[in-house]
């Protein structure tokens, strides 16, 4: 049997899951083994979210118009 991949979370969905693990931490009621787990698996997505923001960011970088052009502008963050 041909198995299909499983489907990618939306970067939406995924940042769902993030939250909800972290409230699962926060709340203090898992044992330190299964606590350890959950951390695991949030910095695990954390780091996909950031590859996420990065790919995202590098996107608009180089699809931003200059003088009619497609050219690439650096992505200028707000203090």
């Not at 910095?43 to 996420?52: D, G, V, W």
């Not at 180089?62 to 052009?69: A, I």
């Amino acid at each position: 049997m041909n198995k299909a991949a499983p489907k990618k979370e939306s970067f939406e969905a995924s940042l769902e899951t993030l939250e909800d693990l972290v409230r699962q931490l926060e709340s203090g009621e898992k044992g330190l083994e299964e606590s350890l787990e959950v951390f695991e698996k949030g910095i695990t997505l954390a780091k996909t979210l950031t590859k996420q923001l990065e790919d995202a960011k590098h996107k608009v970088e180089v699809l931003t118009q200059q003088n009619g052009k497609l050219g690439k502008k650096p992505f200028v963050e707000e203090e």
